[in-house]
């Protein structure tokens, strides 16, 4: 996958996978990133998928309704990729924290829902339910931040809450934070979200 690497300077943090929205690209989240941990390696990956030249990271049929086969198909051309970059770069593939805004945050759910081993954290920013009907892995002890709009027109209030559950019942450690600009990502939020990490992921 189309990505950039950059080297953190302290090796005991872990790696993060940046994961851009619809139309964005593998650097998007840098600023987020800086924001988060500025000392973490990071991992930015573009999404393989072009809707109309918008790079995504799996297809969908309709606004908010994903094509689940290429959802699949996709988390798992993610997962390995994850561990092929870990050799190529040289990052603890086991020390993955994943940042995913909108389209990222499904796919970095969707990695949740399929594996237990895929990432050590993650923050969802205006994440959806990426799939029903299935049994998720054990996700005990994984720290999860949901960044959410009470009035996001695209990840309902329910559909948020619905997440958290399900990840909840799986085992992660869920914390939502709730905002009121729409599907748009804030500053506030993200400093929310860095707070959060700082006393969660170690
Ligand atoms: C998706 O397709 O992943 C969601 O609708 C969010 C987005 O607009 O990208």
Known sequence: MKHI???GTDERKPTLLLLHGTGGTETDLLPVAGMIDESAAILGVRGNVSENGMPRFFKRLAEGVFDEEDLITQTKGLEEFLGNAAKDHGFDSSNIVAIGYSNGANIAGSLLFHYSDALKGAILLHPMVPRRGITLP???GIP???G??????ICKP???EELAEMLQKAGANVEVHWEN???QLTRDEIEKAAQWYAHTVK
């Not at 959410?148 to 027109?153: F, M, R, V």
């Open 5 to 7: 690497f950059h080297k």
């Open 181 to 183: 600009n729409g599907h």
């Open 144 to 146: 999860v931040f949901i």
């Open 158 to 160: 329910e559909q948020t």
């Open 138 to 140: 054990d996700l005990s």
């Open 148 to 153: 959410a709009g009470t009035n996001d027109p």
